[in-house]
């Protein structure tokens, strides 16, 4: 696995897998950073979600079987933003469904005072974590839900500013851009 690193602007994981679709907005830009097991392993190592365990079990999982694995992860991925930018309730209940799976196929560990849901440290796991992190999700208040204003980026995120009015994915990247947009117009008008 290379040393790709995937944003972490959603302030939830679940926004940030969706945030694996660059240029989510401009078909002809559009760049998805999981075009394959491996990617969907460096981005499920890179923010902790499962263990290592599951990780080698996709890792080394027949192409055959893995490539199902990879296509409902996906699947999950563009439910997430369905179900919450476009009120899908297909989106929805793909994600209840997949919830429902990864439950039963999961197992409750005590960490302190508190229980957590551990998936199974199978090929399946990663899809399980996720599955598990995009019901969080739905289930939050999703009031601070934003799409970047930026006409193709598409980036997702919860904005947890102090007044709630953040507009861009990131200052340095869309906003920066697009003021400097702004500002261009304005000058030659």
Known sequence: ????????VGGHPAFDLVD??????????AIDTLPDVEAVLEWC??????DSDALRALASAARETAAPEHTAILALREAVYE?????SPDAV????????????RSRLHRDGDRWHWHPPADRT???AAIALLAHDLLT??????????????????????????????????CGNRNRVKR????TRA
């Open 1 to 8: 696995m290379g040393a790709t690193t995937f944003p972490r």
């Open 20 to 29: 694996t679709v660059h240029w989510r907005l401009d078909d002809a830009r």
């Open 45 to 50: 190592a890179e923010i902790d979600l499962v």
């Open 83 to 87: 179900a919450v930018f476009e009120d």
């Open 93 to 104: 209940a793909l994600i209840a469904r997949e919830h429902i799976d990864a439950l039963s």
């Open 125 to 127: 796991g990663p899809r």
């Open 140 to 173: 939050s208040d999703l009031r601070a839900a934003r799409q970047c204003g930026d006409d193709a980026c598409g980036w997702v995120y919860l904005d947890t500013s102090p007044r709630r009015n953040r507009i861009w994915c990131t200052a340095a990247g």
């Open 183 to 186: 500002h261009h117009a304005r």
